[in-house]
């Protein structure tokens, strides 16, 4: 089955970066692009962005566009985001998805604390 | 960007219920629009895309139409799985954003 798996929680400090994988099995990885959600606890979810697998194309929303990269392994079939210069509002739980537009499925999230 | 705008933002209904909520776009979305499923503690489910197609396996009680501008969610008979929080979210151009979500809690 599709199954998106993202690697465990992480505490960072203000100012430092913080990079999240998530590792993609049971469908053609480079056929599909991979989506970046995060949620603070409680509240909405908010579209960070996507990247193609296959070349590396990606598209940010403009609120972390200066702080986000993407990348993708096609050797293990696997998306890295990293969001540098954290601050206290990024803390969240950071999802996953396949799919550019419409997102199905999810991995089961990150939860990224930034805290001094 | 476009703003995505759900109403109302908690529901509280029974079992057995016929339910709606609705999500307007601060602009012409057409259909691209998809709705999700959240319960605590875990992931969002995809239940329906470009509006009113529903994802394989969702139960038929659930539906969506709507264009333009105003969507709707339905659904038909509430079933005690059902109570979790929906978002809905456009993917007409970039940044696509979710509304802020609906609570549908038991009465």
């Known amino acids: 089955q599709v199954q998106l798996v993202q690697s465990g929680v992480e505490l960072k400090k203000p100012g430092a970066s913080v990079k999240v994988s998530c590792r993609a099995s049971?469908?053609?990885?480079?056929?599909?692009?991979v989506t970046w959600v995060r949620q603070v606890h409680g509240q909405g979810l908010e579209w960070l962005g996507w990247i193609g697998p296959s070349n590396g194309d990606t598209r940010f929303s403009h609120k972390v566009q200066d702080r986000i990269t993407m990348t993708a392994d096609t050797s293990t079939n696997t998306v890295y985001m990293e969001l540098r210069s954290l601050r206290y509002d990024d803390t969240a739980v950071y999802y996953c998805?396949?799919?550019?537009?419409?997102?199905?499925?999810w991995g089961q999230g990150t939860l990224v604390t930034v805290s001094s | 960007d476009i703003q995505m705008t759900q109403s109302p933002s908690t529901l509280s209904a029974s079992v057995g219920d016929r339910v709606t909520i609705t999500c307007r776009a601060s602009?012409?979305?057409?259909?691209?629009l998809a709705w999700y499923q959240q319960k605590p503690g875990t992931a969002p489910k995809l239940l329906i895309y470009?509006?009113?197609t529903l994802e394989a396996e969702v139960p038929s009680r659930f539906s969506g139409s709507g264009s333009g501008t105003e969507f709707t969610l339905t659904i038909s008979s509430l079933q005690p799985d059902d109570f979790a929080t929906y978002f809905c979210?456009?993917?007409?151009?970039?940044?696509?954003?979710f509304g802020q979500g609906t609570k549908l809690e038991i009465k």
């Open positions: 602009q012409n979305i057409n259909s691209w």
């Open positions: 979210q456009h993917y007409k151009n970039y940044p696509y954003t």
């Open positions: 470009k509006t009113s």
């Open positions: 998805g396949r799919g550019g537009g419409v997102i199905d499925p």
């Open positions: 049971g469908y053609a990885f480079s056929n599909f692009p």
